[in-house]
């Protein structure tokens, strides 16, 4: 009796395993790699994290693993970048090394992030038509000549959603339909916005009986990722960008997640799907790309060529890129979220390095919209990182002024100008908002008394938001000193004024 019991048992457990086995091998397993915001395919930190190289070995192991596997990045990565402003064989290169750093990596699909709108209407098309891999966008239309229409890659539609179908060894089928959505930060003369979650519902709705699961590969805020989770619960999975910390949240049953920027590190989502029950079960790992992941030959040689592009232009310029300045024992937030909406301690560091290339100098100012880096700044500083938050370079002028003119420029720049560009950070001055009172030196500001204050020299050609009057016209300008060929590197570029500055000053 024994002996029949546990046969009948362990015979039991033989055939349940067997059937977990069959269904095994039936269900249909897929990787999707995921990352957001990369601005630079060279790795960070002395070469300790990131890398497209990194990425490139990732998505080449994973593959091996499984064929079913996709590599997806949710926006920004053609710009802001060292590279995209500096000129190679006569042009700026403007993310055309991106490009080729993403094809070889292997990069399968893509969404418009804010940053891609940066480039002009030319570039932004030279870089799609130079894209191996697809690009998707469901709520953002080319505008030609007042018409709107689809943009284009090498003569195709750039779709509002693709559809990826993978199959297990009988034939059966899984079908996944990715739909891409942008905010509408920047608004470019050629690029119209439709609301986004409006278009992804229609998009939605038009292929949800044509797949067996729906993804979101978006470019937006977080609290936006949640309203759209929110407004379609159907959905599995939000690959998000934008923010530039790791997030992984659940709205609902809906899964958001969205990798460190620049690659630090990537989402590694397991997909497994169940062709009879249909039914899909979801993992995912945050991976980060360190020094354990070795780069991958091919994709580095790319890296390595446009790094010695950059290393002879930037030299050529007076910057050595390799030479550390500080140490940081705290980040430095130098985010366009952060930087362009409050005071911030990058932006005091630079404007007061803008001060020191003018002794006689009471004050400074500095549009943070010079500032470019859009990320932190951690660990070991560079002189290439310096060229990373103002890859614009410029001079710094001394300009003499009425302290009207000063005050003036002094609150717009600190309250129409909040959220945007020309958001103004001092040396030496105070702006209380509540009051409108400013002070230079801990003094009051007189309006008729002549102040002299250091700043960028875009800042007085009248181009800066909302700051028109601020010109060499304006009767209130009494002189502007511009470097001359005596003057010193720290007056010609402010870029070398900050890594003066951090030689002489350490951070503490």
């Avoid at 934008?242 to 958001?256: A, K, S, Y």
């Avoid at 001079?395 to 420029?409: F, H």
Wanted: glycine share 8%; hydrophobic share 40%.
């Amino acid at each position: 009796m024994l002996f029949n019991s546990l046969h009948k048992y362990f015979l039991g457990v033989s055939l349940a395993l067997l059937m977990c086995q069959c269904n095994s091998s039936k269900l249909i397993q897929v990787n999707i790699l995921q990352t957001n915001d990369v601005y630079e395919i060279a790795p960070l930190e002395g070469g300790k994290t990131g890398g497209m190289a990194r990425l490139a070995q990732v998505k080449k192991d994973l593959s091996a693993q499984n064929p079913n596997t996709i590599s997806v990045l949710a926006g920004d990565f053609l710009n802001p970048s060292v590279l995209g402003t500096l000129s190679f064989e006569g042009s700026r290169i403007q993310g055309k090394q991106m490009i080729e750093a993403m094809n070889s990596a292997g990069i399968d699909l893509v969404t418009f992030g804010n940053h891609e709108f940066d480039l002009k209407e030319p570039d932004l098309l030279k870089r799609i038509d130079e894209s191996n891999f697809g690009w998707i966008i469901a709520n953002a239309s080319y505008i030609k000549q007042g018409t709107k229409a689809p943009f284009q890659q090498k003569g195709q539609v750039v779709p509002a959603y693709h559809i990826k179908e993978f199959k297990n060894q009988e034939g059966k089928t899984f079908k996944i339909g990715f739909i891409g959505i942008c905010l509408n930060m920047n608004q470019p003369n050629y690029v119209s916005f439709e609301d986004p979650i409006q278009s992804f519902k229609e998009v939605y709705e038009s292929i949800k009986n044509e797949v067996d699961m729906v993804i979101g590969l978006t470019h937006q805020n977080l609290e936006e990722d949640k309203a759209l989770a929110a407004a379609i619960p159907e959905i599995k999975l939000i690959l998000g960008g934008h923010e530039h910390d790791n997030v992984l949240q659940l709205v609902g049953n809906v899964r958001i997640t969205k990798a460190d920027a620049n690659a630090k590190s990537a989402y590694i989502h397991r997909v497994s799907y169940n062709p009879e029950s249909k039914k899909v079960k979801l993992k995912s790992q945050l991976k980060t790309l360190n020094e354990q992941i070795p780069f991958e030959p091919n994709t580095q040689q790319i890296v390595q060529k446009w790094t010695k592009i950059a290393d002879e232009a930037l030299r050529k310029e007076g910057i050595n890129p390799n030479e550390v300045l500080i140490t940081l024992k705290e980040p430095l937030d130098a985010r366009e979220s952060f930087i362009r909406n409050q005071p911030s301690p990058i932006g005091q560091l630079i404007a007061k390095a803008a001060a020191s290339a003018y002794p006689e100098a009471r004050g400074a100012i500095l549009n943070v919209g010079s500032i470019r880096i859009d990320d932190f700044l951690s660990g070991q500083i560079t002189q290439y990182d310096v060229a990373r938050l103002l890859p614009f370079g410029g001079g710094v002028i001394l300009v003499e002024m009425k302290g009207s003119l000063l005050l003036k420029t002094i609150e717009v720049g600190r309250t129409l100008n909040i959220g945007k560009g020309g958001f103004l950070e001092f040396d030496n001055i105070t702006f209380d908002s509540a009051n409108k009172q400013a002070t230079i030196q801990g003094q009051a500001i007189d309006p008729n008394q002549n102040y002299k204050i250091a700043m960028p020299a875009f800042l007085i050609t009248g181009r800066e938001t909302n700051l028109s009057f601020l010109s060499r016209e304006n009767p209130e300008v009494i002189q502007v000193t511009e470097p001359d060929a005596s003057a010193p590197g720290i007056q010609k570029d402010i870029r070398l004024a900050l890594i003066e500055f951090l030689k002489n000053n350490p951070l503490k």
